[in-house]
């Protein structure tokens, strides 16, 4: 069964421990995110080498495509995705917002059209407990309504409202499963209320009450500014259980994780270090690189001279901007093993910081300028 | 200084170690093609993984981008492509055949319009010989002249005689070596005379009196048959000098790999393994596999069951193949190690074969129906 033990605390911010079946997580982390199952361009060994724990992956995605009896039929989402440790599944809640042209939203569930096939899917608070379990996730997600950016406040209430009643009709389904079933993962409940306090305080106090086993902050990353987005969490991470652990969902930046990480949130995804590989920003100790500039065409320095990642370790920058500017899928692997290794170093940084009581003199390091931030997974209506 | 030793014969085949610059190389070998400096999709570190020792870059794209002095200034082609081992460059003259419509040929040597950005770029077989001692190659080629298929044995006579008074030129300018070059590599000459034995003879003869540290046999893999390949080999590989390295050009599949060492060859290139995998077949031990076909979907298998590569002993035929008809480029990198992986442990059962006697009773595993002959290498009018 699912566990989670705070280890040190330094102010709001907590060292922790997740326990799943498929193993341990040290807390606060970063879940690399692997839509399909893996991560764009990087093999399971590779992700493992790096030093990546628990990989997130999408239930809209997966359902679709292959579908969860083929999933089932091949003994489970660990089994199919060749990732022997914990596994998160988000719920299709957030293709809510990224794929509104194609979904019908009631107050029974949302009715998606595939993005494949054009054929309907019908997504319920139940269906996606069910679906979860059936792929033996380790961490389950409850389907919730993922709002718009800008919504007005009362547009917000009602959306939260639904999502609170789809909360409950998960946490009923989840209790209800099929005698016999094995599955030992946990669900987590999602708050949502935009950026109103007054909504981000009801669907804490709403969700608390129903003891799930852990609790993510959705409905960011859709667009808002970062005051918006830093104020949500400052106002709704003191709410949450404390002995339950924190998910700061699709969020973000290094700054912005170690904001999150001040204000006591413990997990995080993003697709940030893959999609900005994919363009050939590098995150580094002194900030952001983009890789063809011209600067770095005869610069035989590593990307980050201060990492220890594979790619840093071998090839120069001048290398890697070369096969950068022809377009070579190598850029996009090297770009992506080294940014993937600065976010799971850097989250390593941040726990030794919190163990040793000193996370007040971290600093974050990494791109700031121009790193908008990006929808929390990789949206199928992006270009490849 | 390079110098090639033949350890054990096995009928006309050598078991043999070519000895660089940058260390010895096991013959007969297969040497995977970094048009760019890299495989694609593969970084350098895992290249070495896989057991490959010789790499095969390419001149004309190297020169065009990012240009000789530049990769001269960075220290050299082994420190910008941070591959410490052997490296081979192809001169140039395979782009004579694939841009026929990019360059002009005249007796002095070729001028091509850059397929980058339309500039006028001049190679003659003193300055292809210049540009890769400045890179400093372990094994630089001369420059040739690749003439199409099919062709009349006249024009391919009149192209024969260009092809060796540029090797005679060329094998002069390796002697007139500025003073102070400390370039220790070999340079390799390279037979022409399409499908006709009197030219194939002619070739042979003429180069093998310019005492070349190896030679090659080009202008095969340009639309030939398998008949005209295979008697090409045949009648041209025993008129080589014994003591030298014998390289045939862009071949092949497994198949034409073991009849060409048989016949007497050391040394292969082809983008066969990484094109096929971009492509979603795969190499294995019981014949070619399309990935997407609909039998793998629900496979646990792994790719070549046989297999001890890091995809196979990782992921199953489903999972590729889910990830393949997504399109996502883990699919391409997982698919382009296990063919490399299965190229390299080929050649290395090839060896083993040829040193303990066994190579008659050695099978030809891999692909054989629909795996048509590519061009040597990656042509950059092919899509990407």
Not at 112 to 141: K, N
Not at 235 to 250: C, E, V
Request: charged share 20%; net charge negative; glycine share 10%.
């Amino acid at each position: 069964m699912l566990s989670f033990e705070v280890l040190a605390t330094c102010g709001a911010a907590r060292r922790g421990r997740l326990t799943t079946p498929h193993g341990a997580v040290d807390t606060p982390a970063f879940m690399p995110v692997g839509t399909l199952g893996a991560v764009k361009g990087i093999p399971p060994a590779t992700l493992e080498e790096l030093g990546g724990r628990i990989l997130l992956a999408n239930l809209y995605h997966l359902a679709l495509r292959p579908g969860i009896a083929a999933i089932e039929a091949l003994g489970g989402i660990h089994a199919f995705t060749a990732w022997p440790g914990p596994i998160l599944t988000d719920s299709g809640g957030y293709q809510v917002f990224s794929l509104a042209s194609r979904r019908r939203i009631d107050d029974g569930g949302v009715t998606f059209r595939s993005h494949l096939d054009g054929a309907e899917v019908r997504f319920t608070p139940e269906s996606v407990v069910d679906m979860q379990r059936r792929l033996g996730v380790d961490v389950a997600m409850v389907l919730d309504e993922c709002p718009p950016w800008p919504i007005t406040e009362e547009e917000a209430a009602s959306s939260l409202e639904r999502t609170l009643a789809w909360a409950r009709r998960a946490r009923e389904a989840r209790e209800a499963a099929p005698a016999g079933s094995a599955w030992q993962g946990g669900l987590f409940g999602i708050l949502q209320g935009s950026a109103f306090r007054r909504l981000r305080e009801r669907a804490a106090a709403e969700l608390a009450g129903l003891d799930f086993d852990g609790y993510a902050i959705g409905g960011v990353s859709v667009g808002e500014g970062e005051a918006e987005r830093r104020a949500t969490v400052e106002w709704t991470a003191p709410l949450l259980p404390p002995g339950k652990p924190r998910y700061l969902m699709g969020v973000g930046t290094p700054e912005d994780l170690l904001h999150a990480v001040r204000a006591g949130v413990d997990l995080f995804d993003c697709v940030l270090p893959a999609r900005n590989a994919r363009h050939g920003v590098l995150f580094t100790r002194s900030g952001p690189l983009k890789i063809t500039h011209a600067r770095y065409k005869d610069d035989p320095a590593p990307p980050d001279p201060e990492c220890g990642c594979p790619t840093c370790r071998r090839v120069s920058r001048a290398f890697l901007a070369h096969l950068a500017r022809a377009g070579e899928i190598t850029a996009q692997v090297l770009a992506t093993v080294h940014n993937l290794a600065f976010y799971l170093d850097f989250m390593a940084d941040i726990r030794e910081a919190c163990a040793s009581g000193t996370l007040a003199e971290q600093s974050a390091t990494g791109p700031t300028a121009g790193s908008a931030q990006p929808p929390r997974e990789q949206d199928v209506t992006e270009p490849a």
